[in-house]
């Protein structure tokens, strides 16, 4: 190795772009985040995997500071992540959120629900705003539908649009939970396709999901998690096919049998 070529393995959290470090959060008596170390490097996609129940959700709203943490660090980009007020809103628009639910404002057209983070926000002109949601919408395939309502669009297309309307605040790092599982399955492929664009585009992302061919196709790394614990950590081919510790074989086993 040279003296210019970057340490394979991130040692230090200033080569992260989201790394969090000894995280532990409790419900009551309940330790549902246990002793998290997790460094996602710029570019990468991480596909988070396990039972329900698992702690993958508080991770992820942990990341975006939808929840508190009780003890270690959360930082994105170098920052640890900010308590309250203005440097809170301007972290959430940072880290763009996908739920398994769209969580679009009905009483919004599409182009409305997209514009107003960025008018809101970012406080970009309506007409910048516009012109950026409708090239987003185009890119995830409904520009089209831009004047209609959410009701008026089927579940995969309310997701595109929730997609479109998380990357118009220029976010620098994806999260996903469960995004295709309120799905149809005939619409799982179409919001899938678009996941996998965007990160073949060099997005960072973080990925709740059990969908195979999405982690395989996509995915730079799979992480198990279960009862709050990374328990297992690899690159997707090795996890499905030797996956290492009992929970992960006996999840693998559940979830392949269907
Ligand atoms: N607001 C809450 N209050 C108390 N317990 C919660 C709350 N949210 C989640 N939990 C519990 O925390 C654990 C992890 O939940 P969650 O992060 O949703 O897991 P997953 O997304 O992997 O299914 C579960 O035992 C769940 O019941
Ligand atoms: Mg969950």
Redesign the pocket.
């Known amino acids: 190795m040279t003296a210019t070529e970057p340490a394979s393995a991130p040692t230090s959290s200033g080569q992260g772009l989201v790394v969090l470090s000894d995280v532990n959060k409790w419900?009551?008596e309940?330790n549902?985040l246990k002793d998290i170390d997790l460094t996602v490097r710029k570019g990468e996609v991480i596909v988070v995997i396990?039972?329900?129940?698992?702690?993958?959700?508080?991770?992820c709203r942990a990341i975006n500071r939808l929840e508190t943490i009780d003890r270690g660090t959360i930082t994105l980009d170098g920052q640890p992540l900010p308590q309250e007020g203005k440097a809170l809103a301007a972290l959430r628009a940072e880290v763009g959120m996908v739920f398994q639910s769209f969580n679009l404002f009905a009483h919004k057209t599409i182009l409305e629900n997209v514009t107003l983070g960025p008018i809101k926000v970012r406080k970009k002109g309506k007409a910048e705003a516009e012109t950026r949601a409708k090239e987003l919408l185009d890119r995830v395939g409904v520009g089209h539908q831009a004047a209609k309502y959410p009701a008026q669009l089927s579940g995969g297309q309310q997701q595109r649009v929730a997609i479109a309307r998380a990357l118009a605040m220029d976010p620098k790092v994806m999260l996903f939970d469960e995004p295709t599982s309120a799905l149809d399955p005939e619409m799982i492929k179409e919001v899938l396709d678009v996941m996998v664009d965007l990160a073949k585009q060099g997005m960072t992302m973080i990925v709740?999901t059990h969908e195979m061919g999405f982690a395989r196709t996509a995915a730079d790394r799979v992480v198990f998690?279960a009862d709050?614990q990374i328990v297992e950590e690899n690159s997707p081919e090795e996890f499905f096919t030797n996956p290492q510790t009992d929970r992960a074989k006996d999840f693998l086993s559940k979830i392949l049998k269907h």
């Open positions: 419900y009551g309940l549902v396990g039972p329900s129940g698992a702690g993958k959700s508080t991770l709740v998690m709050g």
